[in-house]
């Protein structure tokens, strides 16, 4: 679930090879700032959606992003780049998508967790003078462990890696940044289960606008209904450049889609 700027912890198990999940979601986040153009505000992401491929038992393919983000405009600072909202209150632009795939290295074994390896690209979909996004390729790698407690009912899992995050303003700049996710899943029941994680990025040196740290905490529950998992998260954020408070609210399934090769 987490990718260079957005996201959430991603688990080490796999999509069932030959399914295909498929999520569609939405966002509200307040007071965020945007280090690259200045801008602050609301921001509404429509349309989350990540489709999930399930490979082979241990392969899963996935592509993620957001069809349309929705800034309401609440004050200006300096910005790095020329923009092309006017003096317009509000603006809106597609969001990146991220093309990444995930490996399961081993299996949960006695009191040996589970560890997988995940990476992938954020591709160059947004146009920066809207003052959204920066319109840059991204790639990042982490290392995925996790370990269920309780005969099974508390499912906890963390992240660690590294985000190669281009310099929107010099393309042949970077900065690096340390990616880490922490979650756990509580079975309440077979239909509902609580959740809760910190999640986000730390700059490793002086950020180029629009890399700068960013970090999350969400807490919420899952609901297994008409075949559907709901999922709902209230969100704080803990750095200068993430949403002050947020909420996000999704659904998600998977169906038999195609015959694995052997």
Known sequence: MATVNRGLTEDVDIVKPGNIRVQVGFELDQKQRFGLSGLSGDVTHIGDVGVYF????????????TIRNYL??????PSAI????????????????????KFKLRNEEGRLPSVGFRFGVSLPNTDQAKGIGTNTINMFGMVLVGKHFFNGRV???????LGILTNPLVGTAQNDVVLYGAAAIVKINDRFNAVAEVNGRHSTRTPFPGTESQGEARIGFQLNAAGLRWDSA?????????PRYGITLGVSSDFSAFKPIQ
């Open 54 to 65: 399930g490979m082979a038992p241990n392969v899963q393919f996935e592509v993620t992003g």
């Open 82 to 101: 020329p923009l092309s909202v006017g003096a317009q209150n509000s603006t809106h632009d597609v969001g990146d998508f991220t093309l990444a795939a």
């Open 234 to 242: 209230f969100i704080k954020g803990y750095t200068p450049f993430s």
């Open 72 to 77: 309401n405009i609440e004050s200006r600072g």
């Open 155 to 161: 499912n906890t899992f963390g992240n660690l890696g």
